[in-house]
């Protein structure tokens, strides 16, 4: 029961009444009576039929230049978001708690103040006095921006009204106390969201509502609010590593395949212009480890993956993917066996994407089967080269593709960027399955699960494990 003075709306018409009747007394519909509180914003969309005819612009007409966004400053972040951030949008920043969204939150604020725009910081979390240490090791532009320690909805909403901030952050959707619900349940979280996404629209602000989400990736509250924001943002990585990714989920004023790659440091989140050259710097040919020429959005991104395969008893073994996708790993290891000649049923099989990045694309399979194959044979894979396998100075093998059930490879858009970045930080080898468009100079093409495993040395010294 609502307990406002008209207890129902209709969700057509948007009339009051102040009981339910199954037929609405003013346009006639049934079944439309809702409590007042639920019907409020329903009623804001569909009875727009009965306000003045709105004025249809032909596409040719429609304005795109993003000459009208709001930069961050932090070139990453505004890729992300596909050039800034759109005035009067609800952006959705998720992560696992700790992982830097109030950094890059106040980072964002620090340089959109220091380009004069107004900006507003609400907490719900930390006290005043917390967000300012935090500005302290992030500059002197931080330490502008108007901080308020306030969970209340309202009396956000009526200080974003007041103030008419260019972009206010609400660290986090979560502590947000909407009228009786409880802060945090789906119910405020999505009602709260619901008020902001108004006051945006309305008052042209643009809000970054900070959402926490929990290592086992549910974003209970979030989740629900994927549909309602203009853009969801996943902050992602390994708490204890410093890189961190940023990538869009949804984003209705741009790609979501664009990926943000950053390193926590001192005096707050760093961007990683050339991650490729990070990782590949870090990788070394040993066992069980693998160069993959991953995709992230439009731009190439090479990542070390590497396996451990150790005997046990367990059954059913322990299977642990980090940074691939889990169905994925079980798909290759069942691939392996069947077509490589590769059984691991009684051994366990850690995967790990190094750095805590995240590639979500099938063509880290190939990378996913050498890098088990090469952990399992205990061998190092072959470079090529002239140096001694995991020799100083040698450079580890490199590969993309997808697996297929057949135990065939299949090949996945971009090969010759992909190939590019490898030649481009001097990775000789290179193993793909032949791409539709003919194969590339400096690739080497295989096109079966087996012929893979051969041509990077992987089967030899194969050990039945357990
Ligand atoms: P924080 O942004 O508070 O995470 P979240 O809001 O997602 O919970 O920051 C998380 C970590 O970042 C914290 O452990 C401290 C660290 N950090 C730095 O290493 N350098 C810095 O300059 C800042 C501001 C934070
Ligand atoms: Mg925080």
């Known amino acids: ?17 102040l009981a339910w009747t199954g037929q ?3 346009c006639g519909a049934w079944n439309t009576l809702e409590a007042a509180a639920t019907a409020a914003t329903a009623s804001g969309r569909k009875g727009a039929s009965r306000a003045a005819a709105g004025k249809p612009v032909p596409l040719r007409e429609v304005s795109t230049e993003s000459a009208g966004r709001i930069r961050t400053g932090i070139g990453e972040f505004d890729r992300v978001l596909g050039g800034g951030l759109v005035p009067g949008s609800l952006v959705l920043l998720g992560g696992s708690p700790g992982i830097g969204k109030s950094t890059i939150a106040g980072m964002a604020l620090a340089n959109v103040g220091a380009a004069g725009a107004g900006t507003l910081y609400v907490s719900g979390e930390e006290s005043p ?7 302290e090791r992030l500059g002197e532009a931080a330490l502008d921006v108007p901080v308020m320690a306030e969970s209340s909805l309202d009396v956000v909403l009526a200080t974003v009204e007041a103030e008419r901030p260019a972009v206010c952050v609400i660290d986090s959707v979560q502590t947000l106390a909407v009228g009786d619900a409880a802060p945090g349940s789906v119910a405020a979280v999505k009602q709260g969201t619901g008020a902001l996404l108004d006051a945006a629209k309305r008052l042209d602000v643009t809000m970054i509502l900070v959402g926490h989400v929990t290592k086992q990736g549910s974003l209970a509250g979030p989740r629900a609010l994927e549909h309602l924001v203009d853009c969801v943002l996943h902050f992602e990585g390994e708490r204890e590593r410093t890189f961190r990714t940023v990538r869009a989920l949804k984003n209705r004023f741009g790609a979501t395949s664009e990926v943000g790659v950053f390193e926590m440091r001192e005096g707050g989140l760093v961007e990683v212009a050339d991650a490729s050259a990070r990782f590949v710097g870090e990788a070394h040919p040993a066992a069980g480890s693998v160069v993959l020429c991953a995709m992230e959005g439009t ?26 996708d889990r169905n994925r790993l079980a798909l290759v290891l069942a691939v392996l066996a ?24 099938p063509g880290a399979d190939l990378a996913i089967a050498l890098a088990v194959a090469s952990a399992n044979s205990g061998t190092a894979l072959d470079t090529g080269g002239t140096a001694q396998s995991g020799g100083a100075g040698a450079k580890p093998i490199a590969c993309f593709g997808e697996v297929g059930l057949t135990g065939e490879l299949r090949y996945v858009a971009h090969a010759d960027r992909r190939l590019a970045e490898a030649k481009k930080f001097g990775l000789d ?31 030899r010294r194969l050990r039945s494990a357990a």
């Open 1 to 17: 029961m609502a307990k406002g003075s008209a207890g129902y709306a209709c969700t057509d018409c948007g009339k009051t009444a």
């Open 24 to 26: 609405c007394p003013a």
């Open 129 to 135: 006095a917390q967000v300012r240490s935090r500005a």
């Open 299 to 324: 731009r190439p991104l090479l990542v070390e993956v590497q396996a451990l395969v150790a005997p046990t008893e367990v059954v059913p073994p322990r299977r642990t993917a980090t940074g691939v």
């Open 338 to 361: 069947r077509h490589g000649g590769i059984n691991l049923s009684g051994a366990d099989v850690f995967v790990n994407v190094a750095g805590g990045v995240r590639v979500d694309e």
């Open 429 to 459: 080898r290179v193993l793909a399955p032949t791409p539709a468009e003919g194969r590339p100079r400096g690739l080497e093409t295989v096109d079966t699960i087996a012929a893979a495993l051969r041509a990077a040395g992987a089967k």
